[in-house]
């Protein structure tokens, strides 16, 4: 049990908006970490390198990053032959959306504030913990699954509490407020493109209250705080 005042301590952790020139102090690079010169999310690998100090025990032996046009805001995609390999030789790529030339173009990468930013890659790397936990078949199952929304229910729920309990909760209710703020339905023009796309790029956000509650269960220890 931790006491109170510690408790306390750290829970206001969770409440820190984040900054550039807090972020841009994480530019150790490493070889597990792979971002193309010429892709536009080279800019952002500080990000990532922030968000991976949060996941300590994380087994992988690489993340790709990339970005390509896709309705999918974010995706993750372990390496075809790696589904057959230990979780700690898996090579995994995620992948971010660059335009889908709907509203969605509104909450890409790019388009979001940096706790969002941060946000979003932390369910990118949550969703790799979960991998990183299945068999073959599993994974192998999970290409369906997570795209699924009446099948991936608990997968998301588990994912969003992975990124809560590294310490990231107040990041991730700012994404679930910015995503649902811009996608609003009186936001679309096309009413077709809000059918296709909405509830595809929505159904893995848990809702802003729930985070809060869950917050006060996942207190944020001092040792992994990250200014």
């Given at each position: ?15 820190k ?32 390198n922030?968000?991976?100090c ?42 971010f959306?660059?335009g ?25 790397i ?10 073959f ?16 229910k ?5 994912v ?5 309990e ?7 209710m ?5 995503v649902?703020d811009k996608?609003f ?10 059918k ?8 893995s ?5 729930a985070?809060k509650i869950y917050l ?12």
């Amino acid at each position: 049990m931790i006491p109170m005042m510690h408790k306390a301590q750290t829970q206001n952790l969770y409440y820190k908006t984040l900054t550039d020139s807090i972020i841009n102090t994480f530019s150790v690079d490493t070889n597990h970490l792979s971002i193309k010169r010429t892709d536009p999310m080279i800019k952002y690998k500080n990000y990532f390198n922030y968000v991976l100090c949060f996941y300590k025990n994380l087994e992988y032996k690489k993340i790709r990053i990339r970005s390509e046009k896709t309705h999918h805001v974010a995706d993750v995609k372990p390496k075809p032959i790696d589904v057959i390999a230990a979780p700690e030789e898996r090579v995994y790529t995620i992948i971010f959306s660059s335009g889908t030339g709907s509203l969605i173009d509104t909450v890409t990468f790019e388009k979001l504030s940096v706790d969002s930013k941060i946000a979003l890659i932390s369910k990118q790397i949550s969703l790799v913990q979960e991998y990183s936990t299945l068999g073959f078949f599993e994974v192998i199952g999970m290409r369906f699954k997570k795209h699924s929304i009446r099948r991936s229910k608990e997968l998301n729920k588990d994912v969003n509490l992975y990124s809560i309990e590294a310490g990231l909760g107040y990041q991730l209710m700012t994404y679930t407020n910015e995503v649902y703020d811009k996608l609003f339905e009186d936001n679309w023009t096309n009413k077709h493109d809000q059918k296709k796309y909405y509830e595809k790029n929505t159904h893995s956000l848990m809702r802003y209250d729930a985070i809060k509650i869950y917050l006060y269960d996942y207190p944020v220890y001092l040792q992994n705080v990250y200014k």
